[in-house]
């Protein structure tokens, strides 16, 4: 049951009883976008994020009316060193949960394997020929997306990907996510997309479930936009949506 609407700037933000109906309504929206991006071009270019947070939203997205082979499909940010094989990247985990699971166009891993200026130029260049056209998101315990957390956040970065150092909120959120045993184990170093590349797609569709992120919603939507809290830049999107659960909106 949606439980309210609440409009911040350019952002709209849906508040919903339950994390399933959150991730229904975000996979809806999504399936929308899609439609309306195949209206206008032959294929949709999208960007998933890889975290627990979009697992209902990657649920229902397959189950939805989608040419998926008209797709081809990206992902914000990899740790450096890992990839396909690495039971702990986020390629094994979207592999899991949908690239392997439809019939895309092309799938396109960040290559985090490789030396990181070598990596970040392919990257760029491939996502220079395939302009995003959706982004599927969440945000971090520190208001990051992505891996632009506020250290490192820039909102006229000139870079498209580039290499971060984590800090040690968003690497303690990775413990909580139950994606690594204690922080010591979680990477340093990872490779992410920037802010103006996420910003550059023309829709998107923010998830945000839990009371572990009621903190980081609450300052989204109440603070200054600013580096400080890199989600809040979504208030300046022209078509930007956020589907909260009753817990991640506890706080508003």
């Known amino acids: 049951m949606l439980l309210k609407t609440i409009k911040t700037d350019k952002l709209t933000t849906n508040v919903y ?3 399933d109906e959150m991730g229904k309504a975000a996979a809806e929206c999504a399936c929308e976008a899609i439609k309306k991006v195949l209206a206008e071009k032959e294929y949709a270019n999208i960007i998933f ?3 627990p947070s979009q697992n209902e939203t990657l649920k229902y997205l397959l189950e939805m009316d989608i040419d998926f082979s ?10 450096v060193g890992l990839g396909m094989g690495d039971k702990q990247s986020f390629q094994e985990f979207l592999t899991d949960h949908i690239f392997g699971k439809a019939n895309f166009n092309s799938v396109n891993l960040i290559p985090a394997k490789m030396e990181i200026e070598e990596a970040c130029a392919s990257y760029a260049a491939l996502l220079g020929q395939n302009p995003p056209d959706i982004v599927l998101m969440g945000i971090g315990e520190n208001g990051h997306i992505a891996f632009n957390d506020p250290p490192v956040a820039d909102f006229n970065d000139k870079k498209v990907i580039k290499a971060v150092e984590l800090d040690d909120i968003c690497r303690m959120q990775q413990v909580h996510d139950g994606c690594f045993p204690t ?3 979680v990477p340093e170093y990872a490779l992410t997309l920037t802010v103006p590349t996420l910003m550059s797609a023309k829709h998107l569709i923010c998830t945000v479930p839990a009371a572990t992120k009621a903190d980081a919603a609450y300052r989204m939507l109440n603070g200054e936009i600013s580096t400080e809290c890199p989600a809040t830049i979504l208030r300046n999107h022209e078509d930007a949506n956020m589907f909260l659960d009753k817990d991640s909106a506890s706080k508003l």
């Open 70 to 79: 008209k797709i081809n499909a990206f992902h914000m940010d990899e740790y």
């Open 183 to 185: 922080f010591d184990d």
């Open 17 to 19: 009883d339950t994390r």
């Open 49 to 51: 994020a890889a975290a």
